[in-house]
Structures are given as structure tokens and as C-alpha cells.
């Protein structure tokens, strides 16, 4: 019943260091998400993508990037980590219409950078 | 403006008691879906429910139930003889048909519930 994964729980990482997170889902969606989340700001938008290739910056893009090279996959690239960075980062995946919209979360990946 | 209001930052009560967890939001779209979720310490989210624009019937699920009234732009989530298991983090969210499906989330409010 699997439907959308991150590819790790939690994770360390050294300030500077480029961080790849990973995410799939396998509905066929089109539209995924990364937020993230942070105490007392509740989930905020980084980037998101309407398709292959495609991708939209979000309410809070400075200091990632994305990737989107195959449906089922949408990547968040932290390119040089600061500890600022350290949060809660969570991928949805979004499709349908109508009444039959549905959404999904991943698990969530905690990342602390030191 | 898109926003969602969660006035609550953190409510406890005793097992058994009721809880209403208040949501206000705000939106010109006429086409959008509003969702509850849980946030246990795990991190992960569960979703409750979703409700779109069109229908406002209020919906009962065992302990829960959920007030959707558009003329006050509200969405409020109520637990019914709550117990400790529901403590966590409760989220709600607004979602944009006409963006894609972006969320716009609240920031959340911490559920106590002690024994």
C-alpha cells in the first residue's frame, strides 16, 4: 500500500555538504511537493513540479534546487547545507480531478545539519 | 490572500473531555479542498479528511467530527471524550484546485491529553 516514499528517515550532515533528497510516488500523479517544517511555522512550500522537467518555485526556494527527471521521482537538492537548513522536509503527491483529487505524504525526512 | 488560521498554538485537556480544534480560512477561489491532518511524534502525517468547496455537510467519524461552514469560512475539528492516544500535532490545510494542489497549512495546534 505504498504510495509515497522518501529515501531516508533521518539524516546528519555536515555544513557546506550538497544534500540530495529523494522522493517517489507510484500513483502516476503529476503534480509533487516539498515542503518543509519548521516549530511554529507550520509546513511551508519550497518548490514544486506539474510535470517532467517542470518545476515552480515556492514560498520559500532560496538555497535549493529541484529535479524532476521522471514522473514518478521529484528530488530536492540542497546545494551547499547550512545549519539553517535543519528541518522536518516532507514530499507530497497530488492527482485526480473532481471528487476524486487525492493527495499523499511521505513519512517525512528529518535533516539536521551541523 | 490565501491564508489558513489556526488561533490555537496549544490546548490540553483531561482524557475524556471534548475538544474543538478551530480553523479559518481564507481564499477567493470558489473550487478548493480543505484537509485535517495528524501529526503524531513519529513526524509522519496522517491524513483525517477532506472536504471540497461544494459540500458542506458536517461528517462524524467514531470520536471525530468535523464543522464546515462557508459563510464564516470555517472548518473546525472536534474529538469527542478524548484520549491520550490523540495527542499530537493537528494540522489544517487549504488546497488550491486552481494551483495544482498546493497546501496552504496552518500553524498547527498542539493536542494534550492527559490522563
Known amino acids: 500500500d505504498v504510495k509515497v516514499t522518501q529515501s531516508s528517515r533521518y539524516l546528519v550532515k555536515r555544513t557546506g555538504e550538497k544534500v540530495f533528497l529523494e522522493c517517489v510516488q507510484d500513483m502516476d500523479h503529476e503534480n509533487m511537493f516539498w515542503y518543509r517544517q519548521d516549530p511554529g511555522l507550520g509546513l511551508r512550500l519550497i518548490y514544486f513540479?506539474?510535470?517532467?522537467?517542470?518545476?515552480e518555485k515556492g514560498d520559500i526556494p532560496e538555497g535549493y534546487s529541484v529535479s524532476r527527471e521522471k514522473k514518478e521521482r521529484f528530488s530536492l537538492i540542497l546545494e551547499s547545507a547550512s545549519t539553517n537548513q535543519t528541518s522536518m522536509y516532507l514530499c507530497?503527491?497530488?492527482?485526480?480531478?473532481?471528487?476524486?483529487?487525492?493527495?499523499?505524504f511521505g513519512p517525512g525526512t528529518r535533516l539536521t545539519v551541523t | 490572500a490565501q491564508k489558513v488560521t489556526q488561533a490555537q498554538t496549544e490546548i490540553s485537556v483531561v482524557e475524556k473531555e471534548d475538544v474543538t480544534l478551530d480553523c479559518v480560512y481564507e481564499t477567493r477561489d470558489t473550487t478548493y479542498y480543505l484537509f485535517w491532518y495528524k501529526q503524531p511524534p513519529s513526524g509522519e502525517l496522517v491524513f483525517l479528511i477532506r472536504r471540497n468547496s461544494f459540500d458542506e455537510q458536517n461528517e462524524i467519524s467514531g470520536r471525530y467530527s468535523w464543522n464546515f461552514q462557508k459563510s464564516t469560512s470555517s472548518f473546525n475539528f472536534t474529538i469527542t471524550a478524548s484520549q491520550v492516544v490523540d495527542s499530537a500535532v493537528y494540522f489544517c490545510?487549504?488546497?488550491?484546485?486552481?494551483?495544482?494542489?498546493?497546501?496552504?497549512f496552518g500553524q498547527g495546534t498542539e493536542l494534550s491529553v492527559k490522563p
Open positions: 490545510a487549504l488546497l488550491l484546485y486552481n494551483q495544482g494542489g498546493k497546501l496552504i
Open positions: 507530497a503527491s497530488v492527482g485526480g480531478s473532481g471528487v476524486r483529487y487525492e493527495q499523499y
Open positions: 513540479s506539474y510535470d517532467v522537467k517542470m518545476k
